[in-house]
Nanobody
């Protein structure tokens, strides 16, 4: 089992930056797929960025060039650096990982971008 704890959300003006953190309860070396999703009010949860199996990295088209996902194995942490934030980035951001056949989610952290 894996527990995921997110932090770093908040209120920021358009054009600003935030860095989200997701700390896993076990070594992320053993986790094949890990990343970030978001859900805005009235919308479906969507992929933002993730590390896929085989070392691939995937980004939603809407965040390419603005967001960067990276990880620190020593801290069992995956980060999401968000730059040039837009009001449409407002959502609850969730950390997710897939280990074997099990899917794990964090509790979410709110990101609000004001215009």
């Amino acid at each position: 089992q894996v527990q995921l704890v997110e932090s770093g959300g908040g209120l920021v003006q358009a054009g600003g930056s935030l860095r989200l953190s997701c700390v896993a309860s076990r070594s992320i070396f053993s986790i094949s797929v890990m990343g970030w999703y978001r859900q805005a009010p009235g919308k479906q949860r969507e992929l933002v960025a993730r590390f896929g199996s085989g070392g691939s990295t995937n980004y939603a088209d809407s965040v390419k060039g603005r967001f960067t996902i990276f990880r620190d194995y020593a801290k069992n942490t995956v980060f999401l650096q968000m730059n040039s934030l837009k009001p449409e980035d407002t959502a609850v951001y969730y950390c997710n990982c897939l280990k074997g056949s099990a899917d794990y989610w964090g509790q979410g952290t709110q990101v609000t971008v004001s215009s």
